[in-house]
Structure formats: C-alpha cells, structure tokens
C-alpha cells in the first residue's frame, strides 16, 4: 500500500492564480481532511469528508474548495491564490471520522505564495 | 471550544535525559487524546493514543497516562535518544469527529 500520497511536494503560485492541490489514499478509508500547518499555530482543519460525495467545512475553508468524487481522491483547490495561503498542507485519511481512530498523513505540500 | 495546549519548545536534551512535554486538553465530554510525531520533512505519524480516564497509551518507549482529573496527557520518555528529535503534537477527537491539534513541540537531542 502506498498509504496517503500528495502531489505535488512544493510549489510557488502568483497571487490571483489557482491550483489543486491533489490527495489520494489507497486504504479504503471513509474519512479524509486537509489541514493546513503555519508556525505556531499546529494544524488546522481546513475540509474533510466522510465518504464520497459528502464534504464540509473545517476551521480555516475561506479560500479553498474540495470535491469527493470517489473514495480515493480528495483534492483541494485554491480559487485564488493570497499570500495568507503560503503554507505546508497535509492530507489525512482514517477508517473512520474523530475518536479513536488513527488519521493517516501523507508528506505534505508546500506552497508559497508570492 | 474544545482546545489542546502544549508547552512551548523547543525542549532540548542530551541523550539518555528524561523527556517530559506537557499537554492539557479542554473538552466537553470525554474525548480521545493523541500523540502524533512528525519528522524532518515527514507528514505525522500516530505516536500513542488513549480513548478513556486513566488509560495508559506507550509506544517506542513513550508514554502518556490521560488524566481527567487534571485534563492532562503529558509525554514521558525515560531515556531519549538522537532519533527522537522530532515535532510533537498533542491533539483531542471530541464527539464533533474532529481532530484538534495544539501547536507542537520540537525536541532536539544531541549526542
């Protein structure tokens, strides 16, 4: 298995563009979430999805779209992209949402934004 | 709202020193506490975790106890070693199925 894999590893946008960031985990899990990582501030739950075609709102969403066509792909678009969005994402995968169940991370994509 | 508070780093030991890093939690209810590791240039890793009052979770040699009474779930190791240093992030599943994280704490060990 290759676990959670997201591409791609580092990018650097101008402001106004837009991108997707994409997500793809091969372990059959329902539950999968972007989090967004900033110095001091830990990881902060941007969407997540409970199984396809069902997705809602973390923390931080303003700026950022997602999509659960499939059980396997969870990708993140930016609309337009701001210097507020230079950051490392992750996407996280588990069996099922919260509680005891371990959340999968993959490497992570790092963005800056100029 | 439900929030988890770690101590600030970094937290810098010699190797084979005693680690503590320490974590408080507020929750409504009775939430999951976890212990997630992410090293250099890595996504992060479950470390231990612990779903009820006074379990215990431990891995690797780490150890963490979840204790209501004082809405902790501190990080104990008792001898660590170069390959440790890493971020650690405490973090709470609430009955939202949310994952809160707090801010981490980078361990740096030297030789």
């Known amino acids: 298995n290759a676990g959670v894999t997201q591409t791609p590893k580092f990018q650097v946008l101008k402001t106004g563009q837009s991108m997707t960031l994409q997500c793809a985990q091969d372990?059959?899990?329902?539950?999968m979430s972007w989090y967004r990582q900033d110095p001091g501030m830990g990881l902060r739950l941007i969407h997540y999805s409970v199984g396809a075609g069902i997705t809602d709102q973390g923390e931080v969403p303003n700026g950022y779209n997602v999509s659960r066509s499939t059980t396997e792909d969870f990708p993140l678009r930016l609309l337009s992209a701001a210097p507020s969005q230079t950051s490392v994402y992750f996407c996280a995968s588990s069996y099922s949402a919260g509680f005891s169940y371990e959340q999968y991370f993959g490497p992570g994509t790092r963005l800056t934004v100029t | 709202g439900n929030s988890v508070t770690q101590m600030e780093g970094p937290v810098t030991l010699s190797e084979e020193a005693f680690l503590t890093i320490n974590c408080t939690y507020t929750?409504?209810?009775?939430?999951?506490l976890f212990w997630y590791v992410q090293y250099p240039g890595e996504g992060l890793q479950l470390l231990l975790k612990?779903?009820?009052?006074?379990d215990k979770g431990s891995n690797k040699g780490f150890e963490a106890t979840y204790r209501k009474e004082t809405t902790s779930f501190h990080l104990e190791k008792g001898s660590v070693q170069v390959s440790d240093s890493a971020v650690y992030f405490c973090a709470l599943s609430d009955d939202t199925d949310k994952l809160i994280f707090g801010t981490g704490t980078r361990l740096q060990v030297f030789p």
């Open positions: 372990m059959n899990h329902e539950y």
């Open positions: 612990a779903t009820k009052a006074d």
């Open positions: 929750a409504t209810g009775y939430p999951s």
